[in-house]
């Protein structure tokens, strides 16, 4: 395989991946004494601990276990069900609502008695704060590292005005019938404790202040993130049952599995397929569900140059990739992928072209294209080492790069570290930092209409203003992104996403691969966890004997 590697943080953990290693951390901390509900050890597949400062980096994994758990939003996800899909609830503001003669505007009421870590209020001033840092530049506490996180995922988002304590007014560019999902990705930090620490986003790291349900204490980059329990937490009801909460970055899956089983912490996201029976038959629980997560190739089909700009190199490398392979390298933990959305979903449509594994009918897709085995076609794709939601990125690529070479394309990587991908992604094809390629492998969740499909495929999102990477400019697909912002009808919502999602996969706009199943492993002490259908996920109930 022929890796071009850029730094991978964290690179130092990978010699030790055998029980009773001694990792490169201090544990005399993780390991403190605690009360009932005991100290919850986590090995993220990140290389650093996401920025605690309101608006978390390293992508989902980021949201899932500092945005979330740290901070709040002013709508959350109800992650209480392991049987149903998750939908949306109020956070941090009670209810919202578009206003009937202005659909342009959004009010929303924020939620009473409220308080940040600091012992500061939140109200709408606050809230308007928040979404200021991320969009206004003009404004004192404007953070680009949070920009880059927060803005493409409220686009359409003009200005917020706290008409008064309890009331945020939220006004549009464009009528938005999906701003909700949007919002619920905006975590709010404490203007007070900003004030505090001298108005400087890097001192804030190290004293963070939100709303959420634990409160950081501990805060170093490349070794560990420490929380403990919020006991005055706004919602009774999820105030955490755990004392203490340890995140430690782990990127590489067999120094997670090691420390697993060496005791040194207690729950590892993304563990290897090829160690999951052993770690069963240890005692250990290997937890999976299904919801809406994607791992794609987002492809470059306009840049000159770009393979990817001829539909039957597209269809070949869709028709190419044996995806039951590499499921069952996967040990079950992955779905097969023929689309963005799984075939069950109201939204997968009736697409003419069928996705199957036929190597011969991409070859023969590949030859009328003018490639073949003695021409071959050649691209490069950016890939991640480890990362948020990426299973196993370099094996899968690996299949996935022997199954294109036996059509006829052959395929360079550029490995990055998890956040340069994402950066790469959030610029564009184009972009210098993406370094030539014409590919890059992306994983995120797909639960509801946005992040489904909008913001991948609206021209009005190409990147930087979006994350259509590989600026797609399609007529149909844009009017369809259009509907779906200005339809608040469910039902209207779902066919409009069938139908775009059929143009897609008719298009081969991406290459499809595979629907993450969310697998994690714990010891058998950790005790109250429901893994709900969500990227997302509540660690409130959980406890550690």
């Known amino acids: 395989m022929i890796m071009r590697r850029r730094s991978l943080l964290g690179a130092g953990l990978a010699g030790a991946t055998l029980p009773g290693v001694t990792l490169p951390w201090d544990l005399a901390l993780a390991q403190a004494p605690a009360g009932s509900g005991g100290t919850l050890r986590i090995g993220m597949t990140a290389a650093a601990i996401p920025l605690p400062n309101g608006q978390a980096d390293q992508g989902g994994e980021g949201q899932r276990f500092v945005g979330y758990t740290v901070f709040d939003s002013l709508i959350l996800w109800d992650l209480s069900a392991a049987d149903k899909p998750s939908r949306l609830v109020p956070g941090l503001a009670t209810e919202w609502k578009v206003d009937p003669a202005d659909s342009r505007r959004w009010l929303f009421t924020i939620r009473e008695d409220v308080r940040f870590h600091d012992g500061s209020v939140f109200d709408a001033r606050a809230a308007q704060w928040n979404i200021e840092k991320l969009l206004d530049p003009q404004s004192p506490q404007f953070d680009p590292r949070q920009a880059a996180q927060g803005r493409s995922r409220i686009p359409s988002v003009a200005k917020a005005t706290a008409l008064d304590e309890r009331t945020l007014e939220i006004r549009t560019n464009e009528v938005d019938a999906l701003l909700p999902y949007g919002i619920a990705w905006i975590t709010m930090s404490s203007p007070a404790q900003w004030e505090k620490v001298g108005r400087n986003w890097d001192a804030f790291l190290n004293a963070p202040s939100g709303t959420g349900p634990f409160r950081m204490v501990e805060f170093n980059l490349r070794e560990r993130g420490v929380m403990v329990a919020n006991r005055e937490y706004w919602d009774p ?133 003018g ?140 290459l499809f691969v595979g629907h993450d199943l969310n697998a994690r492993a714990m010891a058998p002490k950790v005790a109250g966890f429901v893994q709900a259908r969500n990227w997302f996920q509540d660690l409130t109930p959980v406890r550690v004997a």
């Not at 994402?422 to 209409?449: E, I, K, M």
């Open 237 to 369: 009801a999820r105030r955490p049952k755990l004392e203490r909460l340890v995140l430690l970055p782990l990127p590489e899956a067999n120094t997670r599995a090691a420390a697993l089983r060496a005791g040194q912490v207690d729950w590892i996201e993304a563990p290897a397929p090829d160690v999951t029976a052993s770690l069963r038959g240890a005692g250990f629980r290997i937890v999976t569900n299904e919801y809406p997560h994607n791992w794609v190739w987002h492809l470059d089909s306009t840049s000159p140059g770009s393979v990817w700009r001829d539909v039957r190199v597209r269809r070949a490398a869709n028709l190419a990739v044996d995806r039951d392979g590499i499921g069952g390298m996967m040990d079950g933990q992955m779905l097969p992928g023929v689309g963005l959305v799984t075939p069950s979903s109201p939204w997968f449509g009736t697409p003419s072209f069928k996705i199957t594994h036929d190597p011969a009918a991409a070859r023969r897709l590949m030859a009328e294209a």
């Open 371 to 510: 490639f073949g085995p003695r021409n071959p076609a050649r691209t490069k794709v950016i890939i991640p080492g480890s990362g948020s939601g990426m299973m196993q990125p370099l094996p899968m690529n690996e299949a996935i790069q022997e199954n294109l070479r036996e059509i006829g394309l052959q395929v360079e990587y550029e490995v990055m570290e998890w956040n340069a991908v994402v950066n790469a992604w959030r610029a564009g094809s184009r972009d210098p930092q993406c370094r030539g390629a014409h590919a890059l492998n992306y994983s995120y969740f797909s639960q509801d209409p946005f992040t489904a499909l909008i913001r991948h495929v609206d021209s009005n999102l190409s990147a930087p203003r979006g994350t259509n990477w590989g600026y797609l400019n399609d007529p149909a697909l844009d009017a369809v992104c259009k509907g779906l912002r200005e339809s608040f009808d469910p039902t209207a919502q779902d066919a409009l996403m069938a139908r775009g999602h059929a143009r897609i996969v008719d298009e081969a706009m991406f």
